[in-house]
């Protein structure tokens, strides 16, 4: 497991996402109200772009013609066919044991102790004054 | 052979002979009407009496009735069989008649008919209860009036009606079905109030009776996604006379399509092929796959679950020849359920009775 900086936690505004590439890899990473998650921008199905996909909240009912809406913009649908998936976990709503995105760990780190490392960060200017996302991959 | 158990024959049909043997079961005023207005009866065009898928020709009654009255159709499904109890299911056209009252006079008197001509007859049947779906209120009557009698075992309505079953109008015809341990019996047919496809009008026979599936599966999809079992969690829905192997392909494209859009119906909060294995039943004959042991097994096996199976004949509809009612492919084990274990888990009054 190598650490990647892969965003300047400024360029990720709240309630935006990034894709990022991770040794080739796609990853998109969110961020909900400055936290930030990472997950693989593949859905489990067919493999659509979730960075495409509409946020959404969680919808549930109680009883039939209930809805209830809680957990904005922590959902992400896929534009394919819009399968739902925690931006939290990586679950799917419909079967979350079984069908789950991969999610990767992320951290957020000073500028200062990412100049000194072990990071890869290969692909843009890193300053000691700035806090930058971190991803396990 | 039909394994250890009581067994169940969970379709058998009863024909009305003609009006004349309805009018003591009326009421001073409908008598009069029917004579007046030259009522001369609601045969249902689903199954025109003269059509020989309606009646085997081995089937047809002295009396020109298709399978005869209830000794003669007690000799063919139960003693010849050596099955214990069977459930008689009166197609008549109440649910096609326009006028809501005329349609509920025509309930009461078919389902005091079949008290009278049938289960008195013969204590090893048990019947459906006939109700004028079009008026949900005066189908609950219907219900509150046959309930108590522990030889009414289930509630019956057609594969097509009015509107889909999951609609909430029709919730109090399920409210009293739940309340009273009655499953709903969704019959193939139609009373024509719409189409009998959602392309139009089919032309030919053939056409009409294939596309009979279709209501099914919609009515399925219906009962499902409006939340039907979620709100009345002890109901138990059976398919009568449905065929069976359509079933796995469309659970799976219902459960594939939740995926995607279950947000629009939050209350289906498990996928619904899950939700039809619970709480649908469907009856053989006929049984809609080619006669081929090896493939009887795998549509067994798409299915998906062993207790959703019932044995029924069908009689005196004409589906097949001979004496084999239960296609080849099934195992033992299977078969027992068929016949006894899964009726009986779904009509819990026969249990209780005998």
């Given at each position: 497991m190598a650490r990647y900086v892969v965003?300047?936690?400024?360029?990720?505004?709240?309630?935006e996402r990034k894709l990022v590439d991770v040794r080739g890899r796609p990853v998109v990473v969110f961020n909900i109200n400055g936290e930030f998650f990472a997950l693989?921008?593949?859905?489990?199905?067919?493999?659509?772009?979730l960075c495409a996909g509409k946020m959404t909240g969680l919808v549930e009912a109680g009883a039939v013609g209930e809805f209830k809406y809680s957990r904005h913009g922590e959902i992400v649908r896929c534009p394919w066919h819009g399968w739902e998936f925690d931006?939290?976990?990586?679950?799917?709503?419909?079967?979350p044991e079984r069908l789950r995105v991969r999610q990767f760990p992320v951290t957020l780190e000073a500028g200062a102790q990412v100049v000194e490392?072990?990071?890869?960060?290969?692909?843009f200017q890193v300053t000691v004054e700035d806090k930058y996302v971190v991803i396990e991959a | 052979m039909t394994g250890a158990g009581t067994s169940v024959d969970c379709d058998v049909h009863a024909q009305v002979p003609n009006i004349g043997a309805l009018?003591?079961?009326?009421?001073d005023y409908w008598r009069e009407m029917i004579e007046v207005r030259g009522i001369e009866g609601f045969e249902l065009v689903?199954?025109?009496?003269?059509?020989p898928l309606t009646c085997r020709p081995d089937w047809?009654?002295?009396?020109?009735?298709?399978?005869?009255d209830a000794a003669m159709a007690a000799r063919h499904v139960l003693d010849e069989r050596g099955v214990d109890i069977a459930i008689v299911n009166c197609l008549y056209g109440v649910q096609a008649i326009h006028d809501d009252y005329m349609a509920a006079a025509f309930a009461k008197a078919i389902n005091d008919w079949l008290a009278d001509k049938w289960l008195a007859q013969e204590p090893r049947f048990r019947a459906s209860i006939v109700v004028p779906a079009q008026n949900p209120a005066l189908a609950v009557a219907e219900i509150e009036r046959r309930?108590?009698?522990?030889?009414?075992v289930q509630v019956l309505l057609l594969a097509?009606?009015?509107?889909?079953?999951?609609?909430?109008?029709y919730w109090p015809i399920f409210e009293a079905a739940e309340r009273h341990g009655l499953p709903i019996g969704i019959h193939a047919?139609?009373?024509?109030?719409?189409?009998?496809t959602c392309n139009g009008w089919p032309s030919y026979h053939v056409e009409a009776y294939v596309d009979l599936t279709h209501a099914l599966q919609g009515q399925v999809a219906s009962l499902v996604t409006h939340g039907v079992f979620k709100k009345f969690p002890a109901l138990k829905v059976v398919l009568v006379e449905?065929?069976?192997?359509?079933l796995p392909a469309f659970l799976w494209r219902l459960s594939k399509f939740w995926h995607g859009v279950r947000i629009e119906a939050p209350?289906?909060?498990?996928?619904p092929a899950e939700i039809v294995r619970e709480h649908f039943r469907l009856t053989l004959?006929?049984?809609?796959?080619?006669?081929s042991a090896s493939i009887v097994q795998k549509v067994v096996e798409h299915v998906g679950?062993?207790?959703i199976l019932l044995y029924a004949s069908?009689?005196?509809?004409?589906?097949?020849?001979?004496?084999?009612t239960l296609p080849d492919g099934i195992s033992e084990l299977l078969r027992k359920k068929i016949y006894s274990a899964n009726p009986l888990s779904t009509y819990r009054k026969i249990g209780e009775m005998s």
């Open positions: 965003a300047s936690v400024d360029d990720i505004g709240i309630g693989l921008d593949r859905c489990p199905h067919q493999g659509g772009s931006v939290r976990t990586g679950k799917s709503y419909c079967n490392g072990p990071f890869v960060a290969e692909t | 009018l003591p079961y009326f009421d689903n199954y025109p009496p003269s059509s047809r009654g002295e009396d020109g009735t298709n399978g005869g309930a108590g009698d522990p030889r009414f097509s009606g009015d509107l889909p079953l999951g609609r909430n109008v047919g139609s009373a024509y109030r719409n189409a009998l449905s065929g069976v192997s359509w209350w289906i909060d498990r996928p004959q006929p049984f809609d796959a080619p006669p679950s062993e207790d069908d009689y005196p509809h004409w589906h097949f020849d001979g004496d084999q």
